[in-house]
């Protein structure tokens, strides 16, 4: 369990608020070949069948489909370095999150309503309805009142957590590129 470190986390949501709206950067990309394992990539591929190729989302299923198979609503996860950066000073321990691809770009619910299209490199991503909430493994990582924080009204509202998203063009991304809200 990480200590919880002191800091004044609603602070930081001037932060979290400021991050570009239309036009972001990706600051991360990161694939999990296998539970609770993480490889940093520079480059990869989005696929609209399998997501981040490579990654595990397709195997791993989903409590959310009435087969147990993934759910393409959720094939692809997002996050603000904005707000990882107010939990978690060690960029080197953001890949602990659990999302593939790391943004500098606001996540909001009003700036980023579902079937919002983003592009990213020459992929384009779909901003998917169900919602991205942490855990308790995202507490055990960055502390409780981390997920307190992100679970808050004002977090939800702003996806402090993140989004979910499907792939609907497949294409390559590097990190550095921009991310185009369409």
């Keep these: 369990m990480v200590e919880a470190i002191p800091r004044d986390l609603e602070s930081r949501l001037i932060d979290v608020q400021a991050a570009p709206r239309d036009t972001g950067r990706l600051e991360l990309i990161v694939r999990r070949p296998a539970e609770d394992e993480r490889e940093v990539l520079t480059q990869a591929v989005l696929d609209p069948a399998s997501g981040l190729v490579g990654d595990t989302w397709a195997i791993r299923g989903s409590r959310m489909t009435a087969d147990g198979s993934a759910n393409p ?107 185009r809200c369409l």
């Design 73 to 179: 609503a959720t094939q692809i996860t997002l996050i603000s370095v904005r707000v990882l950066r107010a939990v978690e000073p060690d960029p080197g321990r953001w890949p602990l999150a659990g999302d593939q691809l790391y943004v500098d770009l606001d996540l909001s619910i009003e700036s980023l309503p579902a079937g919002s299209q983003l592009a990213i490199g020459s992929a384009v991503l779909e901003v998917s309805e169900p919602p991205h909430t942490g855990c308790a493994k995202f507490s055990a990582r960055f502390g409780s009142d981390a997920l307190r924080w992100i679970n808050s009204p004002v977090g939800r509202a702003h996806r402090m957590r993140g989004l979910n998203a499907r792939v609907v063009v497949g294409g390559t991304i590097r990190t550095g590129d921009a991310i």
